[in-house]
């Protein structure tokens, strides 16, 4: 059989590892046919847990299983990955300062970004889902030190892409199937512009099929605030939902998207859609080959641009904000 893939998992103790954890085992992502040997990182109050995930790794008999190893040393949980998914982080809770937020996971992410450069092998693929997810990628790729390439880094946005095409779905009364072209543009944040401008229901135009008003208003902060809405009933963000969202991405990353597009936050270089090289912003994407591609082209009308513009500040200001911890 095939030679197995190394996936690293940080914050492999998580409730969103352990929910991602049997679908990264599955066959779903990586193909029935490609063992996976687990990388599994996480800080020492969580080794405990780690060792009781790590016991039902094994009780789930799956046959693309090929072993894990469960650590607290970077070094030993990136050495010769594939795929990475950094999961730990340090979300920003409430009464805190987002600098503060921001300090900490300068440290862990230029930690992890060293490490994979120095461990990972260099065609690893990078997928940061820790909040703020898009700045963490920013972080991780600065201290990769051109190691790995930038178009192997990219941040989570799936999730609000999944959100915006199924809330689309139910307003119009249709499949999940039936909706295409919904785009999340920028950072996934409470800024985040779920787009519906090129999006078609059953191929007719979305805005020609459902209230407008509603598009342009309710769907765009329901989609921006679902996260919060999410914490608010379960008392714990979301993780399930969070969980398919990465096995989506990585799936399509990897194996393709047949010219359908998704969501995900990514560096380019082009100035697509007059958004900067060194921040990480989600854009429509298709994937062939294990690579992604721009959708390019699409009309931006001024509803758009302004939120894509506000969207894009507001990376730019983390980053700034990022910059400024990272120096001595
Ligand atoms: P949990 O708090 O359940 O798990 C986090 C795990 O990370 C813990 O086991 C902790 O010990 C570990 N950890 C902390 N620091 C670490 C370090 N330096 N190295 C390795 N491990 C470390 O969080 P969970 O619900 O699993 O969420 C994980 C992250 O995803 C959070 O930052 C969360 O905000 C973020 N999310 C991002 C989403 C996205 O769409 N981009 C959506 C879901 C989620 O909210």
Redesign the pocket.
């Known amino acids: 059989g095939k030679a197995p893939i190394k996936v690293v998992l940080?914050?492999?103790?998580?409730?969103?590892?352990?929910s991602l954890l049997p679908k990264l085992l599955d066959g779903s992502v990586f193909g029935a046919d490609q063992p996976v040997f687990l990388g599994l990182?996480?800080?020492q109050?969580?080794m405990t847990?780690?060792g009781g995930v790590i016991m039902e790794l094994e009780d789930l008999a799956y046959p693309c299983y090929a072993g894990s190893v469960g650590t607290?040393d970077?070094a030993v949980a990136f050495k010769d990955a594939d795929v990475c998914v950094f999961?730990?982080?340090?979300?920003r809770k409430e009464g805190m300062e987002r600098k503060d937020v921001m300090g900490m996971n300068v440290k862990?992410f230029n930690?992890?970004g060293a490490a994979v450069a120095a461990h990972a092998k260099p065609t690893v693929k990078c997928l940061?889902?820790?909040?703020p997810?898009n700045t963490n990628a920013a972080i991780l790729l600065s201290a990769m030190g051109g190691k790995i390439p930038a178009k192997n880094v990219t941040?989570?946005?799936?999730?609000?892409h999944n959100r915006a095409t199924s809330q689309l779905a139910m307003k119009a009364g249709v499949a999940m199937t039936d909706v295409a072209g919904v785009f999340i543009w920028g950072n996934?944040s409470s800024t985040q512009y779920p787009d519906v401008r090129h999006a078609t229901v059953k191929g007719t135009p979305a805005l020609s099929v459902v209230d407008a008003a509603w598009l342009e208003g309710e769907f765009i902060t329901k989609v921006q605030k679902r996260?919060a809405a999410i914490i608010e009933a379960r008392k714990?963000?979301?993780?399930m939902s969070?969980a398919v969202?990465i096995a989506d991405h990585l799936r399509d990353w990897i194996k393709g998207t047949n010219g359908r597009a998704v969501s995900m936050a990514i560096f380019q270089s082009e100035g697509a859609y007059g958004v900067d090289s060194d921040i990480c912003y989600s854009f429509p994407v298709t994937c062939d080959q294990g690579e992604w591609t721009i959708v390019m082209g699409l009309p931006i009308d001024a509803f758009s641009k302004t939120r894509m513009d506000a969207t894009h500040k507001e990376l730019k200001e983390e980053r700034a904000l990022a910059e400024e911890l990272i120096k001595p």
């Open positions: 940080t914050g492999a103790a998580g409730q969103i590892a352990y990182l996480d800080i109050p969580s847990m780690l607290t970077p999961l730990g982080a340090f979300p862990i930690e992890q940061v889902v820790g909040n997810a941040a989570l946005t799936r999730l609000d996934h996260g714990l963000s979301s993780a969070a969202a």
